[in-house]
């Protein structure tokens, strides 16, 4: 098994520069191949950054990239059900995916709720505002 760096994966995705998503595609292919491609949380947790700041997508249309990738053969995700749930509430709420897995991480580790100062994430359920005095 082999682990993809988040500028591989995003060639992938976005095919925007044709040498690279050539060269990209044949190395996911040959690791499949060969026993199949592993994709850290942190990783997914970058691409969803780059295609938002870099490539100014829009959420469904990140939602979408995610779940191919992670659904495609020979795909084993650090944390799936984690990233499931994350990619879920990304798509259904207004705060960003880092946050998601912020949130479904201390969920696994009975740690909720999450304090932030983030008032946006603040409105999904198990977060809380930390409030200044």
Avoid: C
């Avoid at 190395?27 to 850290?40: C, H, K």
């Avoid at 946050?99 to 983030?118: H, K, M, Q, W």
């Amino acid at each position: 098994m082999k682990s993809f760096d988040t500028n591989v994966v995003v060639r992938i995705l976005v095919k925007d520069d044709p040498d690279q998503s050539s060269a990209a595609e044949a190395a996911w292919r040959q690791a499949v191949a060969e026993g199949g491609v592993f994709l850290p949380a942190t990783v997914l947790v970058e691409v969803v950054w780059v295609l938002r700041a870099a490539y100014k997508l829009d959420r469904a249309t990140i939602v979408g990239a995610l779940r191919r990738v992670i659904d495609s053969e020979g795909a084993t995700v650090e944390h799936e059900a984690l990233v499931r749930r994350a990619i879920d509430s990304y798509d259904a709420g207004a705060a960003d995916f880092s946050d998601y897995i912020i949130r479904e991480s201390a969920r696994g580790a009975n740690a909720l709720p999450v304090v932030t100062f983030d008032h946006l994430f603040a409105r999904e359920p198990d977060v809380q505002i930390l409030a200044l005095k």
